[in-house]
């Protein structure tokens, strides 16, 4: 059966601290959603305009993948400074297996003033 997740909203950072990543893992048999090797995740936040902010590239730097094969997936979001404006964001994760791109995760995050500023 397909992974259903909801909007999952990651905790509140003030702008320009670094954020605390994550780690997504999937051991998977039966579904197909993840029989092809993962070569690629991205992460990106978009602004209330719905414009990209920031974006981490597994292909340039800020994502780790650790195990790509075929229904055992292994990522890691590493820990980033977040360079974004107070406010609240979207994010989403998208991930390439094969030729597919798909948004695998996604939610909201909210940006608070920096109280160093």
């Known amino acids: 059966m397909a992974c259903q997740l909801k909007t999952i909203t990651l ?3 003030a702008s320009g601290e670094t ?6 893992m999937i051991d998977s ?9 993962l070569t690629r ?7 209330s305009a719905g414009t990209v902010a920031q974006t981490l590239d597994s292909n340039v730097s800020g ?20 360079a974004l404006p107070a406010g609240f964001y ?3 994760i998208e991930t390439t297996a094969g030729v ?15 109280p160093h500023a």
């Open 100 to 114: 597919v791109d798909k948004d695998l995760l996604s939610g909201t995050q909210q940006i608070t003033t920096d």
């Open 90 to 92: 979207t994010w989403a």
């Open 41 to 47: 995740v991205r992460m990106s936040w978009r602004n």
């Open 63 to 82: 994502i780790t993948i650790e195990v790509a094969t075929a229904y055992a997936w292994s990522f890691t979001v590493e820990p980033s400074a977040l």
């Open 19 to 24: 954020w605390g990543g994550l780690t997504f």
């Open 29 to 37: 048999s039966d579904d197909t959603a993840y029989a092809a090797a």
């Open 11 to 13: 905790e509140p950072v």
